[in-house]
């Protein structure tokens, strides 16, 4: 399986990171877009880096290469997913703007009906956002929101991040190791 995950600026690096770390373990090959307001996110945040961040995906993209790979329907992916997705990026994503090589995947993504995956991790929620998360889901995005659960009683940032990114990459058909789904029993 080949995936593109994109690092966009909206808070919540963490998430990517989990999500990252999974594939990897689960051998998916990814392609890496971060973009300059996710690096300037990272900086200020003091949480996970783009070291982290690219040490763990097969290759990594500059998002001011709209040559790239990614940036044409011929390279065959499984789809994409966008962790933490920004309201600027849905934006883009809703209204079809690519000006950066984040936004041009995913516009790919979508002219070539592969599975689209953006996780907001913004409140609240302005008239705005809620009507570009529709014309993306119009369009054949998935919308979630970076919004654990809680029936699993986690009793850590990381098994918080760990329900995320498991019920986010569900939408692909990856089962997480280690995720208890609602009414399972514990492995």
């Known amino acids: 399986m080949r995936l593109v995950v994109g690092v966009s600026g909206g808070s919540g690096i963490p998430y990517a990171l989990s999500v990252l770390r999974a594939l990897r373990e ?46 044409s329907g011929s390279l065959r992916t499984d789809g994409m997913l966008i962790v933490p997705c920004s309201a600027g990026t849905l934006a883009k994503v809703a209204g079809g703007f690519a000006d950066n090589l984040l936004a041009r995947a995913a516009h790919v993504t979508l002219k070539e009906r592969r599975r689209l995956v953006l996780v907001l991790r913004e409140d609240p929620l302005s008239r705005p956002m809620l009507q570009n998360m529709l014309s993306a889901f119009d369009a054949g995005a998935t919308v979630m929101t970076a919004s654990p659960g809680f029936y699993h009683a986690p009793d850590t940032v990381e098994k918080l991040l760990h329900f995320v990114t498991a019920r986010v990459l569900d939408q692909f058909g990856l089962d997480v190791p280690g995720f208890r789904r609602w009414k399972e029993a514990e492995a």
Do not use: F, N
């Open 26 to 71: 689960l051998e998916v090959e990814t392609h890496l877009i971060v973009t300059s307001g996710a690096k300037r996110v990272m900086t200020a945040e003091g949480g996970p880096q783009l070291a982290d961040l690219t040490a763990l995906a097969r290759v990594t993209h500059d998002d001011r290469d709209l040559a790239a790979s990614i940036a």
